[in-house]
């Protein structure tokens, strides 16, 4: 009996100290978050290849991460992020977010830019209770793919007016060949060369 109690203290201290760094990890992750100011952005474009806890970088320099990710209730072509950035990140009113692609890994992540000297700080100007929103701009690459159809399109047609050139070109100096003109020249050409040719032979002994 006194070995069960001995094992059952021994249970019950290890669950209290397994309970204890649970919450004090709770408290060490809220608080490192606690200065932190959540902003929402809506893309308008696909988001794959991102993931939560993902960077957000201000040009180029990690500011925050991405906290949720979701379909825009009022619009589903579009998909809602909040990301949670450092306090002194300089969001301002004229900031933009878009996304980038890191090398050829298909990783995506957010990367803002903008921010003029004089332009106002974004949570300054919203109204308090709500969660400031930073404008979203397409992507490069959602850009380049938009005008593909378009570069394809005018490649066909200069493909189809070079191949029209070429066969204009080449009816053309079938024509030229078929001519009276061209005719006349290789019948006076035969004439001047008979002579020579005969001027060339040298006369036979006697």
């Known amino acids: 009996m006194e070995t069960d109690k001995h094992y059952f203290v021994e249970?019950?201290?290890?669950?209290?100290?397994?309970?204890?760094?649970?919450?004090?990890?709770?408290w060490l992750v809220s608080s490192g978050h606690r200065d932190d100011v959540i902003y929402r952005i809506?893309?308008?474009?696909?988001?794959?290849?991102?993931?939560?806890?993902?960077?957000?970088?201000?040009?180029?320099?990690?500011i925050g991460t991405v906290k949720t990710m979701t379909l825009d209730s009022a619009d589903p072509r579009k998909v809602q992020v909040d990301v949670r950035l450092r306090k002194e990140a300089p969001v301002k009113t004229d900031t933009?977010?878009?996304?980038?692609l890191k090398g050829i890994t298909g990783v995506v992540y957010i990367?803002?830019?903008g921010g003029a000297p004089n332009a106002e700080s974004l949570i300054a100007t919203t109204p308090e209770g709500q969660i400031p929103e930073i404008a979203s701009e397409k992507s490069s690459l959602t850009t380049?793919?938009?005008?593909?159809?378009?570069?394809?399109?005018?490649f066909s047609?200069?493909?189809?007016?070079?191949k029209k050139v070429m066969s204009d070109v080449?009816?053309?100096?079938?024509?030229?060949?078929?001519?009276?003109?061209?005719?006349?020249f290789p019948a006076k050409e035969k004439a001047t060369s008979e002579p020579t040719e005969k001027a060339a032979i040298p006369p036979k002994e006697k």
Request: charged share 20%.
């Open 11 to 26: 249970g019950l201290f290890i669950i209290g100290i397994a309970i204890a760094a649970a919450f004090f990890s709770v």
């Open 42 to 62: 809506h893309f308008a474009e696909s988001v794959s290849g991102m993931a939560l806890g993902d960077p957000v970088k201000f040009h180029g320099v990690d």
């Open 96 to 100: 933009k977010a878009s996304l980038k």
């Open 111 to 113: 990367e803002l830019n």
């Open 144 to 154: 380049v793919m938009d005008q593909l159809p378009k570069v394809i399109e005018q």
């Open 157 to 162: 047609a200069i493909e189809k007016q070079t």
């Open 170 to 184: 080449g009816e053309v100096t079938e024509r030229v060949k078929g001519s009276p003109v061209m005719k006349i």
